[in-house]
């Protein structure tokens, strides 16, 4: 069953030039995604992809410069503004990328109790912290007391004592050492195992397909491609997008071949498909139109060439 479903996302951001010309930068365009209960939705592609900013559109923080269109829905029902206030922090959770989100003025431990909802919030911080191994005497910490990896540790406390049905984790790893990383990826998949959902925002496909159900590839603020994780294996050959696989190839146990060109900035975006400069693939045709998604081989992708 769907608990997220995010159709046809469009958000843009207002700025204003030299002589207050005001302009508009589209930095996502035509996204979608699905979150199921009891699946976790891994959401990789290069910064400035639109990841993050996915994750604030969900959870209605995005700045006041921005607008959005399009459709987001939690259990059925669109997620107006009112709803995302109500539920956000409750029953959608989100571990952010940056470590700023900690209020400065207040200890870590209660910041942590603040977020559970049932039960015992002194019992349920102080358990979550061993498991982050987090000591006794950090709860009653400050932020800046933290250091870069025991902040990013707490971030990831506050969602898994939550209670929520969502969890989005935007980049949680960055930071911390490899057996904390692993414990987090676990409990992440163990939240998943529970029934409930989780979307995982990162860069890096290796520690992804550790966990995930499936892989949604992002390219300049839209989806290209979702797939099953079994199908980043080998060299890629069940990979259904051009920059799908040339990421995966790109990878160092992989060819270790780089992609030529870069990434489009919002300002420029090109016509037709956004990829279509920097893809060994490209037709005349990829120029006049961004392809729609459709269905291929139990996935999704945005290519009229992909087979």
Request: with cysteine; glycine share 8%; aromatic share 6%.
């Given at each position: 069953?769907?608990?997220?479903?995010?159709?046809?996302?469009?958000?843009?951001?207002?700025?204003?030039?030299?002589?207050?010309?005001?302009?508009?930068?589209?930095?996502?365009?035509?996204?979608?995604?699905?979150?199921?209960?009891?699946?976790?939705?891994?959401?990789?592609?290069?910064?400035?992809?639109?990841?993050?900013?996915?994750?604030?559109?969900?959870?209605?923080?995005?700045?006041?410069?921005?607008?959005?269109?399009?459709?987001?829905?939690?259990?059925?029902?669109?997620?107006?503004?009112?709803?995302?206030?109500?539920?956000?922090?409750?029953?959608?959770?989100?571990?952010?990328?940056?470590?700023?989100?900690?209020?400065?003025?207040?200890?870590?431990?209660?910041?942590?109790?603040?977020?559970?909802?049932?039960?015992?919030?002194?019992?349920?911080?102080?358990?979550?912290?061993?498991?982050?191994?987090?000591?006794?005497?950090?709860?009653?910490?400050?932020?800046?007391?933290?250091?870069?990896?025991?902040?990013?540790?707490?971030?990831?406390?506050?969602?898994?004592?939550?209670?929520?049905?969502?969890?989005?984790?935007?980049?949680?790893?960055?930071g911390l050492?490899?057996?904390?990383?692993?414990?987090?990826?676990?409990?992440?998949?163990?939240?998943?195992?529970?029934?409930?959902?989780?979307?995982?925002?990162?860069?890096?496909?290796?520690?992804?397909?550790?966990?995930?159900?499936?892989?949604?590839?992002?390219?300049?603020?839209?989806?290209?491609?979702?797939?099953?994780?079994?199908?980043?294996?080998?060299?890629?050959?069940?990979?259904?997008?051009?920059?799908?696989?040339?990421l995966w190839?790109?990878?160092?146990?992989?060819?270790?071949?780089?992609?030529?060109?870069?990434?489009?900035?919002?300002s420029s975006?090109?016509?037709?498909?956004?990829?279509?400069?920097?893809?060994?693939?490209?037709?005349?045709?990829?120029?006049?139109?961004?392809?729609?998604?459709?269905?291929?081989?139990?996935?999704?992708?945005?290519?009229?060439?992909?087979?």
């Amino acid at each position: 069953m769907s608990i997220l479903e995010v159709e046809n996302l469009s958000v843009s951001f207002k700025q204003y030039t030299a002589g207050l010309k005001q302009t508009n930068h589209k930095v996502i365009s035509s996204l979608n995604v699905t979150l199921k209960a009891g699946e976790i939705l891994a959401v990789v592609g290069a910064s400035g992809s639109g990841k993050s900013l996915l994750a604030h559109a969900i959870l209605g923080i995005l700045p006041s410069n921005a607008s959005m269109s399009g459709v987001i829905k939690y259990e059925g029902e669109e997620l107006t503004p009112v709803r995302q206030r109500a539920i956000r922090g409750k029953e959608i959770a989100l571990i952010p990328q940056s470590v700023n989100f900690l209020d400065p003025l207040m200890r870590v431990g209660s910041q942590v109790r603040e977020s559970v909802k049932k039960g015992d919030a002194v019992e349920a911080q102080r358990a979550v912290f061993e498991r982050f191994h987090l000591g006794r005497e950090v709860e009653s910490m400050y932020p800046f007391q933290l250091s870069g990896g025991m902040a990013r540790r707490t971030l990831l406390s506050t969602a898994m004592v939550s209670g929520a049905k969502v969890i989005i984790a935007d980049e949680p790893t960055p930071g911390l050492d490899p057996v904390v990383i692993k414990e987090a990826l676990n409990n992440l998949r163990e939240f998943a195992d529970q029934g409930c959902a989780v979307m995982l925002i990162t860069h890096d496909i290796e520690s992804a397909i550790q966990i995930a159900d499936k892989i949604a590839v992002f390219y300049a603020g839209t989806t290209v491609e979702i797939a099953r994780v079994e199908d980043f294996t080998g060299k890629g050959e069940a990979i259904r997008h051009p920059y799908s696989k040339a990421l995966w190839r790109a990878l160092p146990q992989n060819d270790f071949t780089p992609i030529s060109g870069s990434q489009p900035h919002p300002s420029s975006l090109p016509p037709g498909c956004l990829f279509a400069p920097r893809c060994e693939m490209a037709t005349p045709e990829c120029r006049k139109v961004q392809p729609e998604m459709r269905e291929l081989r139990d996935g999704m992708v945005r290519c009229i060439h992909a087979t």
